[in-house]
């Protein structure tokens, strides 16, 4: 079984993220979300197990704080912060936590404990990252994904300015509640990159054009 495990995703789901998750059984997301149409969107690829974060506010009321289930054989526990797990568990074969924005993985006994990273927006020079899980036979292999940013002075000049009208284009509907599929109809726009600015947009009150660029990597 193939397993995608994320988290952090603050309202951005990268399209690198949604290919990385290509194939997946499942899908563990380990909080702050900060939208349902993120948890809608990986219902596409997978059935999602999520757990609500700190920042995940009333419209998360629905997602628990914690995850105690069995999948494909393994029994898993899940949790937004580290401080918030239970002191004992020797019992579980995989558990997920997230909050710090820092991938960690280690073992303890059976037990692996496993913080993705955020693949969200980015964090300082925090790295981006999520991981794929592979289990087969009661066994658990992590493979660490990095998200690659795009360098630094990577558009000409000319594509630059072109983006930057788009995501000023993007801003002005969003504005107007028009949704990022519509907006992408009507002006002919990449679907996956306009609901990316839109996100950021929306998730990030006041932004400007030139501060989405620097949150896409720009």
Request: proline share 4%; with cysteine.
């Amino acid at each position: 079984m193939k397993i995608g495990i994320i988290s952090d995703t603050h309202g951005l789901l990268r399209p690198e993220v949604i290919k990385s998750l290509e194939g997946c059984e499942a899908i563990l997301h380990g909080g702050d979300i900060n939208r349902q149409e993120i948890i809608d969107r990986l219902e596409e690829t997978a059935p999602v197990y999520a757990v609500r974060g700190n920042a995940d506010r009333e419209w998360a009321e629905h997602i628990p704080r914690s995850l105690d289930f069995e999948l494909e054989g393994l029994r898993v526990y899940m949790t937004h912060r580290k401080k918030d797990l239970p002191e004992d568990l020797s019992e579980y074969d995989l558990v997920v936590f997230g909050h710090s924005h820092k991938y960690e993985e280690r073992r303890q006994g059976r037990t692996l404990f496993l913080n993705p990273g955020s693949c969200g927006p980015r964090r300082f020079n925090q790295a981006i990252t999520m991981a794929v899980a592979e289990t087969a036979d009661g066994s658990i292999e992590i493979t660490r994904v990095d998200i690659q940013q795009k360098p630094a002075g990577g558009l000409s000049k000319s594509r630059t300015e072109d983006l930057k009208k788009q995501i000023g284009t993007v801003i002005k509907e969003t504005q107007k509640n028009r949704s990022p599929e519509t907006i992408a109809n009507k002006y002919g726009y990449d679907r996956a990159l306009t609901e990316q600015i839109a996100r950021l947009y929306l998730t990030h009150p006041g932004v400007t054009a030139d501060g989405i660029m620097t949150k896409m990597g720009y």
